[in-house]
Nanobody, 123 residues
């Protein structure tokens, strides 16, 4: 099982970025993937998740209406479309899977993690 996150970068407030998480060794048709983010000195925070099977999505209150998680099963890739970015969205973003249809918000429940991609939003 491998997860590879990409797409981070430096943008100005109000701009958009799309993160990608390429998954291998398991099928997005059955297992969910989540995006987390972390800044120095803070705990890893759940941003959004998409379930296996029906692909039901959920997101944190702090990003609702701005971030959208989606998946392309054929490409085995999960995306995080981030619009109207704010300086407080600056963080390293990680994708993760617990190899369950739904794993929840607790980072400790996720066994597999990508390497992280850095997002910096300047104000």
């Amino acid at each position: 099982v491998q997860l590879q996150a990409s797409g981070g970068g430096l943008v100005q407030a109000g701009e958009s970025l799309r993160l990608s998480c390429a998954a291998s060794g398991f099928s997005l048709d059955y297992y969910g993937v989540a995006w987390f983010r972390q800044t120095p000195g803070k705990e890893r925070e759940g941003v959004a998740c998409i379930g296996g099977g029906d692909g039901k999505a959920a997101s944190a209150e702090s990003v609702k209406g701005r971030f959208t998680i989606s998946r392309d099963i054929a490409k085995s890739t999960v995306y995080l479309q981030m619009n109207s970015l704010k300086s407080e969205d600056t963080a390293v973003y990680y994708c993760a899977s617990g190899l369950r249809p739904y794993t929840g918000r607790e980072p400790l429940d996720y066994r597999y993690w990508g390497q992280g991609t850095e997002v910096t939003v300047s104000s």
